[in-house]
Each structure stands twice: as C-alpha cells, then as structure tokens.
C-alpha cells in the first residue's frame, strides 16, 4: 500500500493539542513530513519539551496513523521546540556573523573572506556563506568556481556539503541561482536559496559561520533577521563621505527593535593606500578619521582600518585571499579584528 501524503495531513487534523485548541496541523506545528515507503516521519513543534502534552500529543497521533495505515506502518515522530525549528541544522553553529555594508564595492566579500580565514587562524571552526545574489563573489576568491557542493542523506533528510577550501567551509548562492538570469527573476529565488544555504546544508559544528550580505538593505536581509538567531553584524564602509549615508541606513535597520540584529562593530576598508614598495607609507587619499567618526555616529566601535593594497585585490582573484600570508600585515590587520569581535561575542 502507498501512503497517501494528503491522507497522513488528513488523519493528524484530527489531532487537537489542547493547549492552544486547535488541531496539530492547522496550529503549524507538523514540520519535515516525510514518506518513504510504509515509514512516515515528522516533525512536531512544541513550544516547550518536558512536558506532558509533548507525549500525548504524539501518542495521540502514532495511535491515528497506525489506526489508517495498519500496525504495521513505521512512524517517527520527533518532538522540537519552536527554537529549534527556527535553528533546524543550524543547531550546531555557535555564532552566525553578518558582514553588511550600505552599498556594493565597498570590500564587503573581502572582509568576510579574510575576516573568515582570519577567526580560523585563531583556532575556530568557521564557515562562510556567500548570500550575495548581486555578485556572489565567495567562490573565486577561494578559487573555487568549477566545483560544486556535493549532496548528502542525514537523518532521511537530503543536505548540500559545503566545499571545504583553507579549512573553511563554504557554500556560494552562485551555485544555486542563475546570476546571468535578471535581478528580478533572481530576488525572489535568493531568499528561498538562502534558507536551503542555512537550514539544508551539513554544517555541522561551527565556532563562527560568516555571511557576506547582499548591500543595502532588502528580503535578505529581513529574511536573516526574522528567521535566524544572528549573534551580530559588521558594517563595512569606506571613508567617503558618500558612503556613509548608505551606510547608516543600512546600520538603521538592523538596530530596528523587530528585527535586533546587534551591530558588532565597524570596518573601514580602503582606509588609506600603501604602495607595494613603500609598506611604511600611508596615503589617506579619501580623508583621514572618517572611519572613527562614523562608528561614533553609529555609536559602534570602529573594528579595524584595512588599508589600500594591490595584492588584496590581486591575492582576491588569484583565489588565495591575503589574510593566508602570514607575512602580510594586512593580514595582521585582519587577525587583529577577528580577535575584537572574538573578544565582543565571548566576552
Ligand atoms: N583594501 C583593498 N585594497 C585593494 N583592493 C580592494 C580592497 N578591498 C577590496 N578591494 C577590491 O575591490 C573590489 C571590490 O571588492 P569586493 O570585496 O568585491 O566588494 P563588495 O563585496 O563590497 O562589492 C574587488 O576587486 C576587491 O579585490
Ligand atoms: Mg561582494
């Protein structure tokens, strides 16, 4: 006999849970619904484990489904909080970093590569999703644009693998969107690209899972701050003053009281330019102390000055990001914020 998915659906609205009077079904709390076979596996989400109604609840519904499908049929039921379910897979992931900035080119990707490379040289575990449906750029910085994630089955439940490249774990919405396809084809794609990014992919245990941000301030970024526990988000700005307007309207939202994603801190990238033969020179060609005053402004600390370097540029299309050379003061630069926000999110 086939078990008729729309039958299942049917037969657990007959399941009330009293507490909130309604039945299991219509009250959202049947998740994951998965039949293979003569075995029938669920999701239910509670508010609360530990208590009683968890058990009868469940009870209630194995009772009805064996009752329709025979006793025989094999079902699996798997009680979660509400937290959880917002989690999912996430679960094992300490710390999720955002990196924003008011608008593209700014060095946003950069920073989160190098910010990434850079926590797991300081001993984390760390992954890094490129959610950039503008120019997901992640996989040619890692040099990583021919492969793809591979598939896994955990739990009965299909996941992506990210790529691992520098010991870092890495997935890219490039390789789930079409981005020759037209912007407004790719929008409403993205957010649903996202959550597969963050709720269907193998993870596993992370200290620190970086996202580079599409710019500015769209469903993106609502849907992370909705749907996800973000520990906190850098801004990446440079010193133009022009920067700056998009930069605060893009700190503005997530202060938003709904959506409270704390904002860890500011990066001033293209702070000033040092030439390739003169590493002692700093050239703040842009205005000097305009990174301080805008994290004054935001009231947030002032992270890190990232200076003008050709190689970051060169060493970021090479595929080999620069805070890999430990000879490089830039990547020291980066170490040096890592450490901040380290010391911000542990403390
Ligand atoms: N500090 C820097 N010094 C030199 N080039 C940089 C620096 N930061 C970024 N770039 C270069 O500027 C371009 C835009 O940077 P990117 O990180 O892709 O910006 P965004 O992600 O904000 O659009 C890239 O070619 C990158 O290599
Ligand atoms: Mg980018």
Do not use: C
């Not at 492969?147 to 490039?174: A, C, D, H, N, Y």
């Amino acid at each position: 006999m086939t078990i008729d998915r729309s039958r299942v659906i049917e037969v657990l609205k007959g399941v009330i849970f009293f507490a909130k009077g309604d039945n299991i079904v219509d009250l959202g709390m049947l998740d994951e619904l998965e039949i293979s076979g003569s075995t029938i596996r669920f999701r239910l989400v509670f508010p609360k484990l530990g208590e009683p109604a968890v058990n009868i609840v469940s009870n209630a519904a194995q009772k009805a489904l064996k009752e329709e499908f025979g006793q025989e049929t094999n079902i699996e039921i798997t009680p979660i909080t509400e937290k959880e379910k917002g989690r999912g897979p996430l679960a094992g992931v300490r710390n999720i970093i955002a990196v924003a900035s008011g608008k593209g080119g700014v060095g946003k990707s950069t920073v989160a590569a190098n910010l990434a490379i850079a926590l797991s040289k300081t001993g984390s575990r760390v992954g890094l999703v490129d959610a950039d449906i503008y120019g997901p750029s992640v996989p040619i910085m890692f040099g990583v644009v021919d492969e793809g994630p591979g598939m896994t089955v955990k739990e009965g439940k299909q996941l992506i693998v990210p790529i691992e490249k520098f010991g870092i774990k890495l997935l890219s919405i490039g390789f789930f969107v079409d981005t020759d396809k037209p912007l407004i084809w790719r929008g409403p794609m993205a957010t649903s690209a996202l959550n597969q990014l963050l709720t269907d992919a193998d993870w596993g245990i992370l200290d620190f899972l970086v996202i580079d941000l599409p710019p500015g301030t769209g469903d993106i970024q609502l849907t992370l701050a909705q749907s996800y526990s973000i520990t906190g988000a850098v801004v990446v700005t440079t010193p133009q003053k022009v920067a700056f307007a998009d930069v605060r309207r893009a700190a503005t939202m997530f202060k938003q009281e709904k959506l409270t994603i704390p904002l860890l801190g500011l990066i001033e990238n293209m702070a000033y330019f040092t030439p390739a033969d003169m590493p002692d020179k700093q050239y703040f060609i842009f205005g000097k102390g305009h990174g301080q005053a805008f994290a004054d402004a935001l009231e947030i600390p002032l992270l890190g000055q990232i200076p003008i370097v050709e190689q970051i540029a060169s060493s970021g299309d090479a595929g080999s990001p620069i805070a890999l050379d430990d000879e490089s003061p830039v990547a020291k630069a980066f170490v040096d914020v890592a450490m901040k926000i380290r010391s911000i999110i542990l403390k």
